[in-house]
């Protein structure tokens, strides 16, 4: 039974971007295999969590169609599915740890590990802890019982070598003398991200751990931990880390990170998920444009590029793109109200006729507002010199001998202005919307009607 997981930490605004990129990789994998796709929120670390974070990141989940099978909000065979509610399964665990000898009482204070750390950095050695409390404390239990403030540390064995194998980037080896005896558990009784991490995806039988690559350097630490309880070794896979243009990681000074900010900006779900699908992977008949049962079909881990791929918004913009130019009208029409109330003014029927015009030059759902704006206010337009003055008097004379109000009417006007004043379109954009480019110019007035542009002209003239 294949069974993947993703878990994130609730100590952000929402649903990272890159845990998105990890959401899809992962639910797809369980997909493809008729397996399972589990939420497991890791809230251990008390003091980064955020309120309603949690709420944030499975309604982002929601929203991107992303649906799993089991997790904190839904229950599932192995609840609780937030770490916090499971503190009583990692103190079984840990005490099992240590009766079997691979974990140890550690009671050094701050200033012992500080003052040990800074003479290790002098020497040029790799900071790591020197096992003082595993050597030279007898009697823990008793400390214990004296309220004694104490971790938990794995014993990781001394020359050894850890070994496991990523279905994206091969096998991999590192010496135990490179891994420092790391904290299970905190003095505050929390488990830390590496203990609890193992007791979860074993106890949850999760078969494939397909994460993002700044979790390898954990892996072998994880891998000990298999060894110590003698646990069956899950399948690793580490997902490239998404990059910024100038190929520093993926940050919020250069690129949106929450994924509601990409809904809020007018991006549309699918084409956020066709993107991702992108990044480190791509289509066996090289098609840049497919759906998600297409990708689920054909993608295999295998065939991850391990190069961390650029998140290129001009790319993901060109996808939207695409993927309005695709939709119904109705669902279109359904999008663009969510996301700009100020449609919702607009009579429905002008509201018909602007689909279709508005789709043309729409890039994202957000576009709407920017390119209808003069259909809901008298744009503020002050003619630049004599020649506008001059066009705006031509324009209100021509369209107000109009008999019928059309485009093809209203083009033929601005044909013969265009020549017989020898200017090009953007300065008849500018006397009739205040901008110089944006919907195309004659379906535009004949939507917003002859009463209201004739309306706006007259009152333009008699202010020059
Ligand atoms: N809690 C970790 C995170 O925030 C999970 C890493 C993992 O998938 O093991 O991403």
Known sequence: ?????????????????G???????????AKKNNGKFIIRVEDTDRERLVPQAEIKILNSLKTFGINY????????????????????????????????????????????LDEMRKEQIAKKQQPKYDKFCLNNIKNPEEKIKNGDKHVVRLKVPEKNEVRFTDLIRGDIKIST??????????????????????????????????????WIVSTPKHVLLYEAFGWEIPIFAHLPILR???????SKRKNAVWVSEYIEKGFLPQAVLNYLALLGWSHPEEKEIFSLSEFIEKFELKNVNPVGPIFDLTKLTWMNQQYIQQMSESDLKKEILRLNPIAQKLPNKTLDKLIPLVR??????KDFEKLTGFFFTDPEIKPRNEKEKTIIKELNKSLK????????????????????QEIKMPILYYVCTGGEKGLPLPDSLEILGKEKILSRLEKLQSSL
Not at 23 to 28: C, E, G, K, P
Request: charged share 25%; aromatic share 12%; hydrophobic share 35%.
């Open 69 to 112: 099978d089991e997790g904190p909000d839904i229950g599932g065979p192995f609840t609780p599915y937030r770490q916090s509610e499971r503190l009583s399964i990692y103190s079984k665990y840990i005490r099992e740890l240590i009766k079997k000898g691979h974990a140890y009482y550690c009671f050094c204070s701050k200033e012992r």
């Open 401 to 420: 001998e109009l008999n019928t109000w059309n485009k093809d009417a209203i083009f033929s006007v601005f044909k013969s202005i265009l020549t017989s």
């Open 19 to 29: 845990n998105l990129y990890t959401a899809l990789f992962n639910w797809s994998v």
């Open 177 to 214: 003398n490179e891994i420092d005896d790391q904290v299970l558990i905190k003095s505050d009784g929390y488990p830390t991200y590496h203990f609890a991490v193992v007791i979860d995806d074993h106890l949850m039988q999760i078969s494939h751990i397909i994460r993002a690559e700044e």
């Open 1 to 17: 039974m294949v069974r993947t997981r993703i878990a994130p930490s609730p100590t952000g605004q929402d649903l990272h971007i």
């Open 360 to 365: 043309t030059r729409m890039n994202t759902l």
């Open 244 to 250: 910024n243009p100038d190929r520093s990681k993926i």
